[in-house]
């Protein structure tokens, strides 16, 4: 937002340059962009009075002027203008000039006659747009001539640059700056002027029948001004609104585009004369309705756009722009002024789909406080009787139905000093909050807080705290140290189990990746997700950066397809890849469930038993016990016949296996892939990395291969556990070396083959000891899994 420093000055009382000022105002958070100075390009421009005007010999449209720039200095110049004469006062660039729009003057010859420079127009000095000005500019009579036309015009003036969050709509106006500007120099500011007089005993309660029909219309305020008189703005005006970027129409227009800039909010003038049936109606727009707004462009408007009607068609749409229908004309007569408050959410979607974003718009859109209305209107109407340009009637329209109130916060100011580590008394916090117009009572300790409605980033007690800060002075406040929990190692457990992770897969040959948690809806097909499952049900973005990011993962698989997919299309042969992420599962409460989830991908030389491999060692150097596999063929994004669920105990830890050749094609890789997502937390959960010491066997192992015969539908894990729970402590491993199906096995059966390892913490076990419990398997074997001795 630009600023006039001239203009803030009238709000507030400032002993200190604008660069000063800059510096200070960001020190207290009204960040400065630039100070930009009007008129630095301007150089070597003069007022001169004509004092001799003759025509040019060779030249019909040239005329060769005698100024008079200083005491009994005299300067010629020709020019094409024709709108001055002899005695009038201009300003002339002399040699070596340069001019606003970058141009360099230097003295030649037009025509075979000397001009020693040039007599400027408005445009010339940037005090008008190009092409709008209609000759050079004629000085008022009185001005002194040989003067720097900078100083004569006010050219020197500085603009300061803010930008504004959108969440300090306070503060989007020359008021809201001052009143910041004064609490930051501890000074007084002063608002303007609100008072006026009506005229007569006409009410416009009489005049205009109001009917808000939609709730996106949170105020609605109008008054009437009656025997006005359309004619330009005085040049004040005229150079506030140039300074401030907005072109100068008529006194009307004028007069609410400057309570815009000055107040930070919006208003809308009509012609009485084009509000059909005296009725003021706000709804919604019909389907298909055709509208031409202010800048003369036909839109077509929809059921979502909010306008103000009369009671045959709008003529205007709410918070964005106005009607042509209804525009103030110079015969002009009877002016109704508008000031509303309305849905900035809605503002902000409709100016962007009919494509037409103002002043207006993107002030709407950060939504208002609706109290300014009432302030607005009152100042509009006292602009009107001080340019003596109207008669203001009596009455207002006045639609305010849920009416925002004033917040009150309590916040004690230990806390504040214990927060920002300060040592502040409470009278001094006291007093920074009420110069922000933070009304606050003291009570003890506690400080009462009356929040203002325009406060609205106001909240919670870190938000006065912010307050204080800044106006204190951040670079008052000493550096201290956090008072943190001492952590050994300075890692909390979960920090030294992600580490202990990240160790293991990297020495697994795997390299970690990276991906975003928001996905597009699309991808729960991409993986063959049945649409019954409840993982389909996800947290959407409210402001996402498109459809492909308008979602929280809730798996993590679709993220590594893609990256195994990415590094696929650019001939990659060999990938082994592995995220750690959290997924985010909806539920009943306000925020969801936050899994941390490993994602595994890997695809070349690989196979099944390679993952299993991994997902073995991980769960070996976290000293997790008790975990075994289960075949899984319902998960319709693997190959169901070689897939499996790891289990710790009863739980469910993930699930790893070979991607559905269904899968890879929709991804566009042509090769066999595997993937393994694990939820961390139940791993972290059943995790053990105490390692405690133990002794070398004293007594020797005793080792027994079998082999059995068994049907080919039993897992070898079945066998492995039969063979551990009856061989109890004294099996210290059991290691499969043989599998088996040929000519010597019988269709439907398959030979395996184990070497089991026995030995006893407390003697050597002899050759009865070990038989005995070696039979005891081989019996357990047969009775429970119908196992055969090969």
């Known amino acids: 937002m630009k600023v006039p420093f001239t203009w803030l000055k009238d709000y507030v009382d400032i002993d200190i340059n604008v660069n000063e000022l800059a510096d200070r105002l960001t020190l207290s958070g009204s960040k400065v962009e630039e100070v930009i100075t009007t008129g630095d390009e301007i150089e070597n421009v003069v007022t001169a009075r004509i004092v001799k005007i003759e025509p040019h010999p060779d030249a019909d449209k040239l005329v060769i002027c005698q100024l008079d720039i200083r005491k009994d200095e005299y300067l010629q110049i020709v020019t094409g203008a024709k709108n001055m004469k002899e005695g009038d006062i201009v300003p002339a660039a002399l040699h070596g000039a340069s001019l606003a729009n970058g141009l360099k003057i230097k003295k030649g010859k037009l025509r075979g006659i000397v001009s020693n420079g040039m007599m400027c127009s408005e445009e010339e000095l940037g005090l008008a747009e190009e092409g709008t000005a209609l000759g050079l500019m004629i000085l008022p009579m009185d001005t002194p001539i040989g003067e720097d036309i900078k100083e004569v015009l006010g050219l020197n003036t500085s603009i300061i640059d803010f930008e504004i969050t959108s969440n300090r709509t306070d503060c989007m106006s020359v008021v809201g700056i001052a009143r910041e500007t004064a609490a930051t120099l501890d000074v007084k500011y002063k608002m303007p002027n609100i008072n006026y007089n009506v005229s007569g005993e006409e009410d416009i309660k009489d005049m205009i029948k109001l009917q808000v029909k939609d709730s996106l219309c949170k105020r609605y305020m109008a008054r009437a001004i009656k025997n006005v008189k359309i004619e330009p703005s005085p040049s004040w005006m005229q150079e506030r609104l140039l300074e401030a970027g907005i072109r100068p129409i008529n006194n009307i227009v004028d007069i609410t585009n400057f309570v815009m800039i000055e107040l930070g909010q919006p208003m809308h003038a009509f012609d009485m004369r084009d509000i059909k049936g005296n009725s003021i109606i706000v709804e919604r727009a019909k389907a298909e309705e055709r509208f031409i707004s202010l800048d003369e462009v036909e839109r077509d408007l929809n059921e979502s756009v909010l306008t103000i009607r009369d009671e045959e068609r709008a003529i205007a749409l709410a918070g964005i722009i106005g009607g042509l229908n209804s525009q103030i004309k110079e015969d002009t007569n009877v002016v109704i002024l508008e000031c509303a408050n309305f849905d900035g959410t809605n503002i902000r979607v409709n100016a962007k789909k009919l494509g037409v974003r103002t002043e207006s718009s993107s002030l709407f859109e950060k939504d208002l406080d609706p109290n300014l209305t009432n302030i607005a209107l009152d100042r509009a109407c006292s602009l009107i009787e001080e340019l003596k340009v109207g008669q203001i009637i009596s009455g207002t329209i006045d639609y305010y139905e849920d009416k925002v109130v004033e917040k009150e916060l309590t916040v004690d100011y230990k806390w504040i000093n214990k927060f920002l580590g300060t040592s502040l008394s409470k009278e001094d916090i006291k007093g920074y909050l009420d110069r922000l117009e933070l009304k606050t009572l003291l009570k003890e300790d506690m400080l009462i807080i009356n929040v203002p409605i325009f406060r609205k980033d106001i909240s919670i007690k870190e938000d006065v705290a912010e307050e204080v800060a800044r106006i204190y002075g951040y670079n008052n406040i000493p550096s201290t140290i956090n008072k943190t929990i001492n952590l050994k190692d300075g890692k909390n457990l979960k920090q030294k189990l992600d580490d202990k992770v990240i160790s293991v897969l990297l020495n697994s040959g795997l390299n970690q990746s990276i991906s975003y948690s928001f996905v597009s809806p699309k991808v729960f097909d991409k993986i063959n997700m049945s649409k019954e499952n409840i993982l389909r049900d996800t947290i959407s973005i409210k402001n996402p ?23 696929y299309s650019r001939n990659n042969e060999e990938v082994s890849l592995f995220e750690i992420g959290n997924v985010y599962i909806k539920t009943n409460k306000d925020l969801p469930e936050e899994r941390n989830t490993l994602v595994i991908g890997l695809y070349g030389k690989v196979e099944y038993l390679n993952l299993k491999g991994v997902i073995e060692n991980l769960v070996e150097s976290l000293g997790i016990e008790k975990t075994h596999y289960e075949r899984q063929s319902q998960d319709q994004a693997f190959h169901p016949g070689k897939t499996a669920n790891l289990f710790i105990g009863k739980e469910c830890a993930g699930i790893l296996g070979e991607v559905h050749p269904d899968v890879t094609e929709n991804y566009g890789i042509d090769t066999e892939c595997y993937i393994a997502e694990i939820n961390l937390d139940v791993l972290y959960k059943n995790a053990n990395i105490v390692k405690k010491y133990k002794a070398l066997p004293r007594f020797p192992a005793v080792t027994r291969d079998i082999a059995l015969i068994v049907d080919e539908a039993t897992f ?21 070396f043989d599998v088996y199906k040929g000519k010597q096995i019988e269709d439907g059966k398959k030979s395996v083959a184990y070497a089991i390892s026995y030995r006893s913490e407390t003697k050597t076990l002899t050759d009865g000891e070990v038989n005995k419990v070696h039979d005891k398997i081989v019996r357990a074997l047969e009775y429970k899994l119908g196992c055969k001795l090969r």
Do not use: D, F, W
């Open 545 to 567: 950066l498109g459809e492909n990011y308008s979602i929280m993962r809730t798996t993590c698989i679709p993220s590594m397809m893609e990256s195994l997919a990415r590094n």
């Open 716 to 736: 070898v894990q079945k066998i492995q556990s039969v063979i551990k729970s009856t061989g109890g402590n004294l099996v210290e491993s059991i290691n499969l």
